[in-house]
């Protein structure tokens, strides 16, 4: 039950933190939206062996994160939900690719290594990226940007009602574990024998809230479209917050700002 529960506060953090009035809550939502799909397609773009060219790209989640307001820990935990994803990706890497590719009087880091830490890299940047955006935009705010990208509207409403109705699954859940729990006081967990009923109970239980959910959604007006309101002007600031960090991650894919760095403070030195 506690798994439960705190799954279900998990959810409606990211709703609460997206209500603050900070300066990046404040930007039009097309303009985050656009902004974090120009920093997806920079970071997958890197190569596998690009683990310095890409290290500025963490400035633009913490940036985000310290003017928005955001708390790191809540969405370093949903990011170990679905990390060992990312690790069978290059668990591996380090086997098969024993190549030295960092050569240091006591050390060799082989490609391998170096591969599967720009794996994880990107995965920590795309991941922390996608819950800033929710985080400081709303459910609601993307699916307004969505909507004036013109993505068709059957894909928008399955996202919004994906997102809001994935608490009342899970709130059947918690009731059809209690109840359980009521009935088998001494048992740890549920025991084989009961997961096929307890499955089908789910599954109908569901099914029944669904068509009471979508009743009342008829009764409020509902007619095939989610309203998301409507959108405010896109101002000058929300184009300048676009093409700057545009501008800047494109500098960070083809300008290996750490190298370039490193070469002036040696050329300094000399």
């Known amino acids: 039950m506690p798994t439960i529960a705190e799954s279900l506060n998990n959810i409606r953090l990211l709703d609460e933190l997206s209500g603050q009035a900070?300066?990046?809550h404040r930007l039009?939502?097309?303009?985050?939206?656009l902004t974090t799909l120009s920093f997806l397609v920079v970071t997958v773009?890197?190569?596998k062996y690009d683990l310095s060219a890409m290290l500025p790209l963490i400035i633009y989640p913490i940036a985000l994160m310290i003017t928005g307001d955001i708390p790191f820990a809540p969405l370093f935990k949903?990011?170990?939900i679905i990390s060992p994803l990312a690790i069978g990706l290059g668990i591996f890497n380090p086997f098969f690719d024993r190549t030295p590719l960092i050569i240091l009087p006591w050390l060799q880091i082989s490609g391998g290594w170096v591969s599967f830490t720009v794996i994880m890299l990107k995965f920590v940047l795309t991941v922390l990226a996608?819950?800033?955006l929710v985080a400081t935009t709303g459910i609601t705010g993307i699916a307004s940007a969505l909507r004036a990208l013109r993505i068709p509207k059957i894909f928008v409403m399955q996202l919004i009602l994906t997102y809001r109705y994935i608490a009342l699954l899970l709130e059947e859940v918690a009731r059809i574990l209690l109840a359980y729990s009521l009935r088998s006081p001494f048992s740890r967990g549920v025991h084989?024998?009961?997961w096929g009923s307890l499955s089908g109970q789910l599954?109908?239980?569901t099914h029944l809230r669904a068509q009471?959910?979508?009743e009342s959604m008829l009764c409020r007006g509902f007619a095939g479209e989610y309203n998301t309101g409507s959108l405010k002007r896109f101002s000058l600031f929300d184009l300048a917050y676009f093409t700057g960090f545009t501008l800047f991650f494109i500098a960070v894919r083809y300008g290996n700002i750490p190298v370039r760095i490193g070469a002036s403070i040696t050329d300094l030195i000399k």
């Open 22 to 24: 900070t300066p990046v």
């Open 45 to 47: 773009s890197f190569g």
């Open 192 to 194: 084989f024998n009961a």
């Open 212 to 214: 009471r959910v979508y």
């Open 28 to 33: 039009h939502p097309l303009s985050k939206l």
């Open 78 to 80: 949903r990011m170990l």
């Open 203 to 205: 599954l109908i239980k």
């Open 130 to 132: 996608a819950l800033i």
